[in-house]
């Protein structure tokens, strides 16, 4: 056989075990979190893990439910305050504005993924912390130290504006000019197009834009542990501190290897992550994948 | 309902949009410019060229380079493993197999769930596998780490711009007699400059990343001379130093930050000059 042929059939092989090793990570990193984390299922039931309130590691208790409700907390908070402005800037991109304007806002607001969480932790302690002590908490007649989960929340809101700005308007281009035409031609105003028209239309993609944006806000860890206040109680009010789930896992590694199950615990926070996070971006992606799919066809 | 309730919905709805908009686009603004006024006044030429001094963090002498070099070590070293590891797979995927083959398919969609599994999770997974292999908190824990967190941008941005490349290109070669591997060396000529971005966007997401080297990489007040040392990262330095009750030490915290907001500032102006120019040059 050619020699150009056989070096074309190795680098094939070589790189077919790649892409399949590579791929498998996926698996890899579920069965490698849960195997670290085996140890604590022998211990107590997964029930007790998600319902548990008290968190003692020297004495074998990890309650989960606080940091799963500072999780929820912050999470449900950053959607509240992002989604409203997100879909409203998406649309004003996708309709109204002349592309020469789109192209300025969409790059800047692209960028914003790109700066560091740590930065937003900064910016949030700086910015955020004392606008929520001064001038939001005394509003709600709260006293508050300003690290709440209402900060979280609203640092994590900034985090996910490229992600739902950006994807939001990709689906909205795929909405059919005839179909605008038509209502518009019918003597319906522009919003009410937008409105009864495109939203509708756009609304598969809308969620899938939004439940990939509430999976990077669970994951997203030290700019959350930065300004949440670290409490390991359920908050009861947006203006109480949190403890989310990634922050639990960044702040105590250092010390896990010293008590028993402790690691354990740990790494079954981070299993969780990885469960909840990937089963919301298969979903999504899935989603995302077959508007595309459509929209090219 | 009459026309002018209608129109009145239109304008306020109207205004609902450009509000939203300048929140959304001044964010960016509002968070380099918090940095730039915090940062400014502390950083010195001995933040950027020295190593900690004894006593640097009770604000004694000394600058943060030990983190600065940590921190390109890691991203570089992860980058070009990255980059050897996702060049072949993207051409495999891409070029090898026939587009909508299952593989391909179900390989794409796993990498962009992988893209979205945060850093803290890769950080764990690789903390457990260091134990498994009794390797110690050191650049090379890090650059593992940070190697598993850029595969899947490598790939989906390197993916983006091999779909770029008309697909006449490669039927031509291919129909020349050339071998499968000679097409790609065709294709991967033609998509250099999206490589180029490629490397900018996964070092800038390398350099900026915390969790994912918090357990990993360690830290030190050394510049590494070993992979196997441990290494300070930028970030860290920054979450490090904040936690201190002492003015001097916080201040410097907040022009590591500022260094840090430049690194990525430049990186992203980089990228875009080079987009700018791959748009210019396409065939």
Redesign the interface.
């Known amino acids: 056989m050619n020699w150009?042929?056989i070096?074309?059939r190795l680098?094939?092989n070589?790189?077919?075990i790649?892409?399949i090793t590579?791929?498998s990570?996926?698996f890899?990193?579920g069965i490698?979190?849960y195997?670290?984390a085996a140890p604590l299922f022998e211990e107590q039931t997964l029930l007790s893990l998600f319902s548990g309130d008290e968190w003692a590691p020297s004495k074998g208790k990890f309650g989960f439910y606080p940091f799963i409700m500072g999780t929820l907390w912050v999470t449900l908070i950053a959607i509240v305050v992002a989604l409203?402005?997100?879909l409203?800037?998406a649309?004003?991109?996708a309709e109204?504005t002349k592309s020469s304007i789109r192209n300025i806002?969409l790059?800047?607001?692209n960028?914003?993924a790109?700066?560091?969480?740590?930065?937003?932790?900064?910016?949030g302690?700086?910015?955020i912390v004392p606008i929520v002590r001064t001038y939001v908490a005394p509003v709600f007649a709260a006293h508050s130290s300003g690290y709440t989960v209402l900060t979280g929340g609203v640092v994590l809101a900034?985090m996910i504006?490229p992600i739902l700005?950006s994807i939001v308007s990709e689906v909205l281009r795929t909405i059919p000019k005839e179909l605008k035409d038509a209502s518009l031609s019918l003597g319906a105003?522009?919003?009410?197009t937008i409105k009864k028209v495109v939203l509708k239309q756009a609304l598969p993609g809308i969620v899938a834009a939004t439940v990939?944006a509430v999976?990077?806000a669970?994951?997203?860890?030290?700019a959350v542990l930065?300004v949440c206040g670290n409490v390991p109680v359920a908050p009861a009010s947006m203006f109480d501190g949190g403890y989310p789930l990634?922050a639990l896992?960044?702040n105590n590694?250092?010390e896990m290897m010293s008590i028993p199950l402790y690691d354990s615990a740990?790494?079954f926070a981070?299993l969780l992550?990885?469960i909840i996070?990937?089963l919301?971006?298969?979903i999504s992606?899935?989603i995302l994948?077959r508007i595309e799919s459509k929209y090219s066809s | 309902m009459n026309i002018k309730k209608r129109k009145a919905e239109e304008v306020v709805f109207k205004a609902l949009m450009v509000s939203a908009c300048v929140v959304v686009s001044s964010s960016l603004f509002l968070i380099v410019g918090t940095i730039v006024a915090k940062g400014l006044p502390y950083l010195s030429w001995d933040m950027v060229s020295k190593v900690p001094q004894g006593g640097f963090y009770i604000g004694k002498e000394g600058g943060v380079l030990n983190a600065i070099i940590g921190s390109l070590y890691l991203a570089g070293g992860a980058t070009v493993l990255g980059l050897l590891l996702s060049i072949p797979i993207s051409i495999y995927l891409n070029i090898y197999l026939k587009s909508g083959s299952p593989l391909s398919k179900s390989a794409k969609l796993a990498y962009d769930v992988l893209f979205g599994i945060p850093s803290i999770v890769y950080g764990a997974f690789a903390f457990s596998i260091m134990i498994w292999l009794g390797v110690r908190a050191s650049l090379f824990g890090g650059i593992i780490a940070v190697t598993l967190l850029i595969i899947p941008i490598l790939v989906r941005t390197l993916d983006e711009v091999i779909t770029t490349v008309p697909k006449e290109l490669k039927h031509a070669a291919l129909s020349l007699g050339a071998t499968r591997w000679e097409a790609a060396k065709v294709i991967l000529r033609q998509i250099k400059p999206g490589i180029y971005t490629a490397i900018l966007l996964a070092f800038g997401r390398g350099i900026g990343d915390v969790a994912s080297v918090l357990f990993t990489a360690g830290f030190s007040d050394n510049i590494p001379k070993y992979i196997d040392e441990p290494a300070a990262t930028l970030p860290l330095a920054i979450f490090f130093q904040l936690g201190s009750p002492i003015p001097e030490v916080q201040g410097r915290a907040y022009a590591s930050a500022l260094i840090l907001t430049i690194i990525i500032l430049a990186i992203v102006i980089v990228s875009h000059v080079l987009a700018a120019k791959q748009t210019k040059h396409k065939i």
């Open positions: 150009r042929v070096k074309d680098i094939a070589a790189m077919l790649l892409s590579s791929v990570f996926v890899l990193i490698g979190l195997w670290r409203p402005l997100c409203l800037t649309i004003y991109l109204y806002i790059p800047l607001v960028i914003l790109g700066i560091p969480p740590v930065i937003y932790g900064v910016w302690i700086f910015f900034v504006f700005v105003t522009k919003w009410e990939l999976s990077r669970f994951g997203e860890t030290i930065m990634p896992i960044a590694f250092g740990l790494m981070a992550l990885f996070i990937f919301f971006n298969l992606r899935i994948n």
